[in-house]
């Protein structure tokens, strides 16, 4: 077992099994979280960030490119930029005068607006044209989509993947998805558009990434003639109110 930090600074833990076949693999993982951001508007943006398009410092600019390209780029690199996303970007920019935090809240609400959710458990995110055009999706859809708009205007995003407190009414959890916005002077702000919220203290995050393939939370290879199923068990308590 080793464990390692990749580019975005998220921890890996790789295990090898390789001296006996096994049956099953089980992964507990318990952990205890203080959130504390309660007022998620509580900072300051950099005065030349204000308005789109950003005028980026180009020592900034080439470190935030990961974060600026399309997903669903035909060539990685080519920063193509949906045309779906692309027109619901534009439509957005115009309505809101170009100001930054004004597009983030509207594109958040639109989708969240505008579209039926719909569970899906496995599989990759759809591309965010896809998902604009049918007006359904899974929570990481919408991350995407919201990715990929926020791209086509200049703002950097990431996927983030985590937990979020649900419903407390209904026992069934899930991994939640959401997006993060780079606010120069802000830093990396997230954005829920499933549920239409700017994420403060509701939220848990565990791993963030310009792609959303890179933050499945369980990822390994099977040798030899076997099949695989994955069943799990998402219990989520909260204790107190961090509000209060």
Not at 29 to 58: H, K, R
Not at 189 to 209: M, N
Request: glycine content about 8%; proline content about 6%.
């Amino acid at each position: 077992m080793s464990e390692t930090v990749d580019l975005d600074g998220n921890s890996i833990i790789k295990t090898w099994f390789s001296n006996e076949p096994i049956t099953q693999f089980t992964l507990k993982a318990s952990s205890e979280v203080e959130t504390l951001c309660v007022n998620p508007f509580a900072y300051l943006l950099e005065p030349w960030a204000s308005s789109l398009p950003i005028d980026y410092p180009n020592s900034l600019l080439s470190r935030l490119q990961p974060y600026l390209s399309g997903q669903f780029s035909k060539f990685a690199g080519t920063g193509t930029i949906d045309p779906e996303a692309m027109i619901l970007a534009q439509d957005i920019w115009q309505a809101t005068q170009g100001n930054m935090t004004s597009f983030l809240t509207e594109l958040n609400q639109r989708i969240y607006t505008s579209c039926g959710y719909l569970l899906r458990e496995t599989g990759l995110p759809l591309p965010p044209g896809l998902t604009w055009r049918t007006k359904q999706g899974s929570c990481r859809d919408y991350a995407v989509l919201f990715i990929e708009v926020c791209r086509a205007v200049g703002i950097a995003a990431r996927f983030v993947s985590g937990y979020q407190e649900g419903d407390p009414d209904r026992p069934d959890r899930h991994l939640h998805a959401w997006a993060e916005a780079y606010l120069p002077g802000a830093g990396w702000r997230g954005y829920d558009p499933t549920q239409g919220l700017v994420v403060s203290d509701r939220h848990i995050a565990l791993v963030s990434s310009a792609a959303a393939a890179d933050t499945t939370p369980v990822r390994g290879q099977i040798q030899g003639g076997a099949n695989s199923d994955m069943k799990y068990d998402l219990l989520i308590q909260i204790v107190g109110d961090s509000a209060e």
